[in-house]
Nanobody, 122 residues
Framework: QVQVAESGGGLVQAGGSLRLSCAASGLTFTNYAMGWFRQAPGKEREGVSCISQGGFRINYVDSVKGRFTISRDNDKNTVYLQMNSLKPEDTAMYYC???????????????WGQGTQVTVSS
């Protein structure tokens, strides 16, 4: 069975850092772009970052540019999101997703993870 599993969330103070990991299994990892999404209370889910199958193309939502870095290790079937200089407005449930294509702003999601909570205190 296909599994997409996030880890690494937690509670940090503003200005701190977290590194999220997402391990995928049961699929051919290199056939998929990988994306990170988040949903804060009372808000719609938004795309945070996406990385193409080979890692050559990357995008970020404007609000995290310069602070977050996405990467992938195809040998480990894992994608990461390094989050630095965290702000209270980054507080959200963060979801990892396997995406059918980097095109269409990585919105053609094939598989979702269950999410990991990130809370940034002021």
């Amino acid at each position: 069975q296909v599994q997409v599993a996030e880890s690494g969330g937690g509670l940090v103070q503003a200005g701190g850092s977290l590194r999220l990991s997402c391990a995928a299994s049961g699929l051919t990892f290199t056939n998929y772009a990988m994306g990170w999404f988040r949903q804060a209370p009372g808000k719609e889910r938004e795309g945070v970052s996406c990385i193409s199958q080979g890692g050559f193309r990357i995008n970020y939502v404007d609000s995290v540019k310069g602070r977050f870095t996405i990467s992938r290790d195809n040998d480990k079937n894992t994608v990461y999101l390094q989050m630095n200089s965290l702000k209270p407005e980054d507080t959200a449930m963060y979801y990892c997703a396997a995406v059918r294509s980097y095109s269409n702003i990585c919105r053609d999601v094939a598989y979702w993870g269950q999410g990991t909570q990130v809370t940034v205190s002021s």
